[in-house]
């Protein structure tokens, strides 16, 4: 069998979770080459990138119209190189709009395929569990839920954990953190996390902004952390923030810098996504938000699976955390919320004893490495 492995990722945490599984990967059998789609931590971990995804920010069905020219460039591109190579193994990482379609061009050609981070097929369309079981060798999932749902459908299926768990951990101590960003120990700190995407933030932070506003105007003592995706200019968070008097610092995250940042802080208002869990791991509270396109917001009510959108809410099976969306996302609800979460010690209490079982269910440390075992044992 070919010592190569084709990797596809199409979004910003993919790349971060593939390029541990490379690394990990190497570290059992350094012979093995990669290659694939994916973004600059895919590329530093010694991934051939012959597509970048770094700038295709997808958020909804809106905006895949928007990208169909640069998503069929990118999937062309893939099975070209795929065809030219013949690589031993593909491993597919999360999104499953573009990669279980991808899944079938590749089984209609002959490819291993498995399947790491896997689609939350209990959020949204469960059909999509007849085309993993029909073109996926294996899937390589993070919760215990998602291995009882592919072994009931028969699809074989190893559960590692999540990677998180290793990342997320402060490079100091919270003395240090402070002191870098000149904060006060004896104020509160809020945390903003408008998301991952240009739209996103547009969406959000003009909002998260104002809310801390209103609670800036009674208490005053705190003290706002404002994080920038590295993909984002500086320029798209400033032009929000200015317009509000509040005492921040905007902070740059290059992947794990937001773990210093959530070190310190009292609570986090947070775009809904991977961010979330970022925040129950390091035991933070969170109000969680989002708006969408209008379109997006029909489409997501039409298909939608679950009560809850936050990760963070679905894994506890209940709302652990407030989720203001689409209308309800509004400045004064937010402030409402941050006000309980900031002031009320009880609530405050609560709601981390709440965070820590959720951390609890993802597992042991070690996931990238036991999904390197896992892939090694396909060859």
């Known amino acids: 069998m070919s010592k190569k492995i084709f990797l596809a990722a199409g979004e910003p945490s993919g790349d971060l979770h ?20 994916g973004g600059s931590n895919m590329a530093s971990a010694g991934v051939r990138v012959f597509y970048r995804t770094d700038e295709l920010a997808i958020m909804g069905f809106s905006d895949i119209l928007r990208h169909i020219k640069k998503i069929k460039e990118m999937f062309d591109t893939f099975i070209s190189e795929v065809e030219k190579e013949n690589p031993g193994l593909v491993i597919l990482i999360d999104y499953p709009g573009f990669n279980l379609r991808l899944a079938k061009a ?56 999540h990677p998180l768990l290793d990342i997320a951990k402060p490079s100091a101590d919270k003395v240090t953190i402070r002191e870098k960003l000149r904060f006060d120990a004896a104020k509160k700190t809020i945390i903003l996390l408008p998301g991952s995407r240009e739209r996103e933030v547009t969406l959000l932070l003009p909002v ?16 706002v952390i404002v994080v920038r995706p590295s993909s984002l200019a500086p320029e798209l968070l400033e032009q929000y923030l ?8 905007t902070v740059e995250n290059k992947g794990t810098e937001i773990y ?3 070190s310190i802080s009292d609570l986090a208002i947070v775009a809904s996504g991977t ?41 506890a099976g209940k709302e652990i955390c407030p989720e203001l ?40 440390e070690g996931a990238s490495r036991r999904a390197a075992q896992a892939v090694i044992r396909l060859f």
């Open 325 to 364: 969306l689409q209308f309800d996302a509004t400045s004064r609800k937010i402030c409402d919320e941050a006000q309980k979460m900031l002031f009320d010690r009880g609530k405050a209490e609560e709601t981390k004893k709440a965070l820590l079982k959720v951390r609890e269910s993802l597992g042991k």
């Open 106 to 161: 590749l089984k209609k050609r002959g490819i291993r395929v498995a399947y790491y981070i896997s689609p939350q097929l209990w959020a949204w369309d469960k059909n999509r569990i007849y085309t993993i079981k029909k073109c996926v060798e294996k899937m390589i999932a993070f919760f215990p839920f998602e291995g009882e749902l592919y072994r009931k459908y028969g699809v074989p299926v190893e559960v590692v954990g």
């Open 275 to 315: 961010a979330t869990l970022e925040c129950a791991i390091m035991n933070v509270p969170m109000i969680i938000t989002y708006k969408a396109s209008a379109l997006n917001a029909i489409i997501f009510k039409l298909v939608a699976r679950v009560r809850y959108v936050g990760l963070v809410n679905i894994l």
């Open 18 to 37: 593939a390029s541990r599984l490379v690394r990990e990967i190497k570290n059992l059998d350094p012979s093995i080459m990669f290659a694939g789609i």
């Open 242 to 249: 200015r317009a509000v008097e509040i005492p921040y610092k």
């Open 208 to 223: 998260m902004a104002a809310a801390v506003f209103e609670i800036y105007k009674k208490y005053k003592d705190i003290q």
């Open 260 to 262: 210093d940042y959530l």
